[in-house]
């Protein structure tokens, strides 16, 4: 009962904080811009006709055009709420460890019959909840639109909820490891952005080693790379399956050849992009939990001891 408390406290102060309603109102943008687009089978109608275009990408009434639907609400789903809605999320949710730890605050819940290993794992996953609400208020709202406005259902879609709370949780990890550490909220923005750019790094490189083959003849980059992609938690990936889940197109089909000198590089873009939608949810979404959770029980381990 004290840990569900604990939990609902620290969801709490995440409603008690502007960049949660900063969020709600993105997604109700992000909504409302996405509701004033229509697909027609041979045109698409903006601001509900005011500009219109010739084209039959985003027929409604075909596979590939309901495919083609799909890939530009994951995109949104991808920019809007995996980049800047997780970025907003982290900067939300950075000094809830810190201003926790403060002498005073921390004296209450420590003073209650529950072990600090509880009262560590009860306010991350406070921190979780806060990030599922907007993920699902988003995944609900761009459903719906989807279904309503463009005739397009897609029930795999809503997967997205769940795939952005994972996303999210691979960096709030090193967030709380530097807050548990360092006290500092800064240090926990700075640290968990940068780890972020890290793993992208890592899977950005691999992908690199794959459109230049020549790459790989430096096998200690090679290895080194390969090795750290699986190390490390597959932030890129989560894009990957939520495509595939959703019944979205492969992005570079919307690329016209002409964009390409060289059309091999193409088609190896086009390998890669399909390599990449086909990997194996279970390794690497295990995977990446497997590293987060060494980082939690590492954070924790060091918050149990801590004299306060």
């Given at each position: 009962m004290?840990f569900?408390?604990?939990?609902?406290?620290?969801?709490r102060e995440?409603?008690?904080?502007?960049?949660?309603?900063?969020?709600?109102?993105?997604?109700?943008?992000?909504?409302?811009?996405?509701?004033?687009?229509?697909?027609?089978?041979?045109?698409?109608?903006?601001?509900?006709?005011?500009?219109?275009?010739?084209?039959?990408?985003?027929?409604?009434?075909s596979?590939?055009?309901?495919?083609?639907?799909?890939s530009?609400?994951?995109?949104?789903?991808?920019?809007?709420?995996?980049?800047?809605?997780?970025?907003?999320?982290?900067i939300a949710t950075?000094?809830?460890?810190?201003?926790?730890?403060?002498?005073?605050?921390?004296?209450?819940?420590?003073?209650?019959?529950?072990?600090?290993?509880?009262?560590?794992?009860?306010k991350?996953?406070?921190s979780?909840?806060?990030?599922?609400?907007?993920?699902?208020?988003?995944?609900?709202l761009?459903f719906?639109?989807?279904?309503?406005r463009?005739?397009?259902w897609?029930?795999?879609?809503?997967?997205i909820?769940?795939?952005?709370?994972?996303?999210?949780?691979?960096?709030?990890c090193?967030?709380?490891?530097?807050?548990?550490?360092m006290r500092?909220?800064?240090?926990a923005?700075?640290?968990?952005?940068?780890?972020?750019?890290?793993?992208?790094?890592?899977?950005?490189?691999?992908?690199?080693?794959e459109?230049?083959p020549?790459?790989?003849?430096?096998r200690?980059?090679?290895?080194?790379?390969?090795?750290?992609?699986?190390?490390?938690?597959?932030?890129?990936d989560?894009?990957?399956?939520?495509?595939?889940?959703?019944g979205?197109?492969?992005g570079?089909?919307?690329?016209p050849?002409?964009?390409?000198?060289?059309?091999?590089?193409?088609?190896?873009?086009?390998?890669?992009?399909q390599?990449r939608?086909?990997?194996?949810?279970?390794h690497?979404?295990?995977?990446?939990?497997?590293?987060?959770?060494?980082i939690?029980?590492?954070?924790?381990?060091?918050?149990a001891?801590k004299?306060?």
């Open positions: 004290q569900w408390a604990l939990i609902v406290d620290s969801f995440s409603l008690d904080r502007k960049i949660f309603w900063v969020l709600v109102c993105i997604s109700l943008l992000v909504a409302a811009t996405m509701f004033c687009v229509g697909f027609e089978p041979t045109r698409v109608n903006i601001m509900f006709g005011l500009w219109e275009f010739d084209t039959e990408l985003f027929n409604p009434t596979e590939t055009g309901r495919e083609n639907i799909a530009i609400a994951v995109t949104c789903m991808d920019i809007v709420v995996g980049w800047i809605g997780v970025m907003l999320a982290i950075a000094s809830f460890f810190p201003a926790f730890m403060q002498r005073g605050a921390i004296d209450v819940l420590l003073s209650k019959p529950m072990t600090r290993a509880k009262v560590f794992l009860g991350y996953v406070g979780m909840v806060f990030v599922l609400l907007q993920a699902t208020l988003f995944g609900v761009t719906v639109v989807m279904g309503v463009w005739g397009t897609l029930p795999g879609y809503l997967l909820i769940p795939l952005l709370v994972i996303l999210f949780s691979y960096l709030y090193v967030s709380v490891w530097a807050a548990v550490v500092s909220t800064i240090a923005i700075f640290l968990s952005i940068g780890a972020w750019v890290v793993f992208a790094g890592v899977q950005s490189m691999d992908d690199a080693l459109l230049y020549q790459w790989q003849e430096e200690t980059l090679f290895y080194s790379v390969r090795t750290l992609r699986w190390v490390v938690p597959k932030t890129q989560i894009t990957y399956l939520a495509e595939r889940w959703s979205a197109g492969s570079t089909n919307l690329v050849d002409t964009n390409y000198q060289d059309t091999r590089m193409l088609d190896r873009a086009r390998a890669l992009e390599k939608r086909n990997v194996n949810a279970v690497t979404i295990g995977s990446s939990l497997a590293f987060e959770g060494i939690v029980l590492w954070a924790m381990w060091i918050f001891r004299d306060y």
